[in-house]
């Protein structure tokens, strides 16, 4: 099977959304976050293959199918890849390749990257997204999904020189940096730091229960309870983080924040915020 | 102007060389790697624009003009950019898109990045690269061109979680990561932890006066006096990094090395390795 083109965000007609959940979105109320990527996936037609990889809890996939089936989809499995071996088994890629979405759990990303990183499953789920099938990733799940993902880091609103670990992810894009649980935890400082080091990639910091669809035409949608942070370090003009020593604080001057809630949209290409008008 | 699509290895056609050199490349005998980029550029007919960006040396990017006017090129040229604002300079802009080739010095990766990053240089050079133009950098040049940057780490032949910092790099290809001056400064423990954290990417490992011209279909070729060393984790069973505290060794299985001289290839589709018949 030929691996398609990357998709630097650019360059994404025909890709499938792909959505980041900042951990802890709602399971009891509306289930707002969920409800749209069924819908999204196709509601009564969808179905949802859940991969719980990140998770060492047993019952962390089934609990999402029976959420997803709570909400109606046509179908919601949950699809075990636990070690690269299961990443050769034919059985089990056929069942992720017959979903209309997929569904990353929470956990830990290194546990994604290490376990399906050079395996087909990482090949399938580009494939995949690459031909309109829509890819969402929840806390880990969400790190995950881009290119450059954040594998651990400090906590704390400041920047400091090796206070973030950024490892290759999943690759769904190249556009942003993806961060979760966002404000609970104060990671801005690492955001920032990860940004730092190459001023390239968005910044998207994901509160809990607080959702980035990223459409197929670039358009990021903010949906759910929190705050989407927005980090824009195109403009920066000073960068110190080359020459400096780990732990030290990093200057940069020019970064763009935009902080939106749910109908709130920041377009990629252009670098545009929109808040919604009511909230 | 549009971002290309980013060329993953698999869909590369059209590409221009990607050439990464291990530092120390010879300047005082044949030159074997910077003529044979020149000859690669055109030769007689070649313009050659050189990003001293990564050194702090003013001198830096002249001697290496100084060399391939040596070598009868056409044109050899430094093109400084030195700091962020620089790059939205549309004369040097200009300056550096009638280039055939483009050589990035060595110096420190973290300045490429940081200087280059999310500006129009960084996304001109992935649009030279994808129409054709030849890209090569030395030492901190050749670690800026992959997708994931190694920024620095430890040294030694041991991998432990934590001992490499991976950052976003200019993204010419995701699917290796380079990294230099190998066994001069004894770099395969911090190879073998970046892979550790995501086996997809192959790691190529440059001794100094060595270089690897990835080929626009993929294929490896290695040129000079040192070796290059390929690791591929793709078949990796067992990967402890998920699980290891900061400092601890990482359990590996089954990571396969190639060890190439002079003549050897290596191809990234198949990751097949062909040792040269004679050396």
New interface residues.
């Given amino acids: 099977m030929?691996?398609?083109?990357?998709?630097?965000m650019?360059?994404s007609a025909g890709r499938g959304y792909v959505v980041a959940i900042g951990g802890g979105e709602d399971k009891l109320g509306d289930m707002e976050i969920l409800r749209r990527f069924a819908k999204l996936c196709g509601g009564k037609r969808a179905r949802i293959a859940i991969l719980p990889t990140a998770s060492q809890l047993d019952d962390t996939g089934h609990k999402y199918a029976k959420l997803f089936r709570e909400l109606d989809v046509r179908e919601a499995y949950t699809v075990v890849f636990e070690?690269?071996?299961d990443g050769d088994r034919k059985d089990l890629l056929e069942e992720l390749e017959r979903a209309d979405g997929v569904f990353l759990t929470g956990g830990?990303q290194?546990?994604l990257?290490?376990?399906l990183?050079?395996?087909p499953v990482?090949s399938a789920l580009r494939h995949m997204c690459a031909a309109g099938r829509h890819v969402a990733g929840t806390s880990a799940g969400a790190a995950y999904l881009c290119?450059?993902?954040i594998?651990y880091g400090e906590e704390g609103a400041t920047p400091r020189a090796?206070s973030v670990?950024?490892?290759?992810?999943l690759?769904l894009t190249?556009r942003v940096?993806i961060d979760q649980h966002f404000r609970q935890r104060d990671r801005i400082g690492r955001l920032l730091t990860?940004l730092?080091?190459?001023?390239?990639?968005i910044g998207l910091g994901l509160d809990e229960d607080t959702a980035a669809f990223i459409s197929p035409d670039n358009v990021v949608e903010v949906e759910g309870s929190g705050l989407l942070t927005v980090v824009d370090?195109?403009d920066?003009?000073v960068?110190s983080?080359?020459?400096a020593e780990k732990g030290a604080l990093v200057s940069l001057t020019n970064v763009r924040l935009h902080l939106l809630p749910r109908g709130g949209t920041y377009n990629l290409l252009t670098r545009e915020a929109v808040a919604a008008a009511k909230v």
């Fill in positions: 030929r691996e398609p083109a990357f998709h630097d650019h360059d070690t690269r071996a830990n290194l546990r990257s290490t376990t990183g050079g395996t990482d290119e450059h993902m594998a090796g670990q950024v490892v290759a992810g690759g190249r940096i990860a730092a080091y190459n001023p390239y990639p370090a195109h920066v003009e960068d983080i080359a020459e």
